[in-house]
């Protein structure tokens, strides 16, 4: 007979088969595992260790690898005696609860005994403490969750020092697995949240060579902190609101960003009973309320600070206590939800829209004489700003044309959409009844403006118009009123050099870039309209197409190309070149591009920075509707077609009137 070979994977020379409790040991080092994932775990517990021992001045100090190889976290809290600094580090060893019955009401951070007993178990653990009653401070060092040698007398003021080292010294994998930035970018926003929260406390985030990523003060405010801790914008736009509920016990704050913000980054933060979570249903129903209000992809900023009956929360579900369990959970996120609403609802009345100009769409003439007349000549511009036909004068010769030649419909007897025969710009006309009070320089203005219809445009009226009283007062009206930040805000111009380096090339190609643009702004403002100031700054672009803006993503690589790819030492070819520039910038956005810019949409771009210009307004929808609407019409007035578009499959030859004719015996 034959044994049966062992399974694959299994090691048998490891385990007798027999059931044996693990040693203390063992079960410590799992534990440990489970805690401490990462340093931003660690520094998470250390940090509401502080909290809870009443600090109200906090420093995280971390190394550049993430902590990985050391971070310090200190405090002026009440610190920890002698006699407890023995057993601090061994497991399930707490001074925040003695019975069962006590996590009903806990309201500390810790109560389970197991933070630095983990971080012992993965690191070698320093602490300097002193409390108020002692005359020195006492330094002690940890391995495993036990002390490792004796307690030492150390200088040092009222409160903890915690010096964690080496993190992950024994478990390479997960040391290796980490990636540094990414943490890195944990632990300031884990601790950028505690100090969202605690306006009381005092905490700094910094490197262990005291570079400073942030600080708070104790007098600051919930909103003074958002703006220190996030950015301007937020603070600007922020709206709080008093959330309570006597009948579930509910009470608590909430500041969110109103509709005029949106943003790429995901900011939603939860505190519940001062205890920082993450709820999945909780913030789904508040962001659904936000959804109406903002673009796809864009989020708001969200802090909600609640505090419920603890006896109706469950924080013991996991030793991270990240996630907890309440009574009434429906109705309570309901109520947030609602409370919410009703605000948003509010601020709405005033929302900020960005305003885009509409297109004049083609529409049947309403007045029959132009219908009964001949028409060929083409004029500039109508009142509306459409393009009108003339009348020819009656004089000129009219030649008969063939049947099969003539063209019984025009481009402008639209069919199609309903929007085409809708005038986006009718106006209403007042001037059959004028106010009584209207000067008789303006109603003279107006008499010689109909009687001379040929002239559209009078220069030394409009000149006149700006000389009135009334305009005048008005325009002193306006700057009186303007918000000279927000208008110096407005103008802030796009920086060349930062859009080069876009492009991802070495800074000294960066400076010859925009030295070469910056030696022919005069000739590009002069020739194409391209405003780029003393200092650098794009100013402004040319309008090449009513209602059009050109994919701005492609800004880095026009200036780019403007630089290096054109010929500035010969004027035909430096023209044609920079035409050349300016026709592949302003080009209808290519399939491959929406897609890239969709991808990094829908990724919300959160690892890159923003130059102001990587976003392109075009979606696939919004690009078909700008080529019928805007293109299309364009075409018919300003095109001038190469004769290469005949062969080059740019045009197809569907059918001819003459063979049509031969048909159907009419076109």
Known sequence: MLASSPSVGHDVSSSDGKI???????????????????????????????????????????SDDAGLKCFKIKDNGCGIGAKDLEIVCMRHTTSKLSSYDDLKTISTFGFRGEALSSVSQCAHVTIISKTQEQECAIRASYKNGRLDGALKKSAGIKGTCITVENLFYDNKTRREAINKSTEMK??????????????????????????????????????????????????KEIMDVDIKNDKLELTGKGYFTNVNFSSKEKEFIIFVNKRLISHRDLKKAVLSVFEPYLPKGGHPFVFLSLMLNPRKVDVNLHPTKKEILFLDQEAIIEEVKETIRKKLLGSNESRVFDIAQKIASPRPSTQSSSRSKP??????????????????????????????????????????????????????????????????????????????????????????????????????????????????LLKKKLDIRELVKATEIDSLAVTEVVSQISTHRELLKAYFGIV????????????????????????????????????????????????????????????????????????????????????????????????????????????NPPNEMVNDGSVIEIANLPDLFKIFERC
């Open 20 to 62: 044996k409790p693990l040693s203390e040991e063992v079960i410590a080092k799992i534990a440990a595992g489970e805690v401490i994932v990462a340093p931003s775990n660690a520094i998470k517990e250390l940090l509401e260790n502080s909290l809870d021992a009443g600090a109200d001045s906090i420093t995280v100090e971390v």
């Open 186 to 235: 944990k632990i300031t926003e884990i601790t950028r949240n505690y100090a969202l929260f605690n306006t009381g406390v005092s905490i700094t985030l910094k490197k262990l060579d005291g570079k400073p990523i942030f600080h708070t003060d104790t007098k600051s405010t919930v909103k003074q902190n958002i703006k220190t801790l996030f950015n301007s914008k937020i603070e």
């Open 375 to 488: 028409s060929t000549l083409l004029s500039n511009e109508d009142e509306d700003g459409d393009y009108v036909v003339v009348p020819a004068s009656s004089s000129s010769f009219t030649q008969k044309e063939q049947p099969k030649n003539k063209v019984r419909t025009s481009s402008s007897d639209q069919t199609g959409q309903m929007e085409r025969y809708i005038n986006p710009h009718k106006r209403a006309v007042a001037e059959d009844n004028p106010p009584a009070d209207t000067e008789p320089s303006v109603k003279k203005r107006k008499e010689t403006a109909a009687e001379n219809t040929d002239s559209q445009h009078d220069d030394s009226n409009e000149e006149d118009v700006h000389k009135l009283d009334s305009v005048i007062r008005l325009k002193a009206e306006i700057n009186a009123d303007t918000h000279t930040e927000l208008k110096a």
């Open 532 to 639: 780029i100031t003393v200092d650098d700054k794009l100013q402004a672009l040319p309008h090449i197409l009513e209602n059009y803006i050109p994919p701005l993503h492609r800004l880095p690589d026009f200036f780019y190309n403007l630089a290096t790819k054109v010929d500035w030492n010969e004027e035909q070819a430096c023209i044609k070149g920079i035409s050349i520039q300016l026709s592949n910038f302003y080009g209808l956005c290519e399939s491959y591009e929406l897609e890239e810019l969709q991808e990094n949409s829908d990724s919300q771009m959160s690892n890159e920075s923003s130059t102001g210009a990587t976003s392109c307004i075009y979606t696939k929808e919004r690009l078909q509707w700008i080529t019928e609407h805007v293109i299309f019409p364009s075409i018919k007035l300003t095109f």
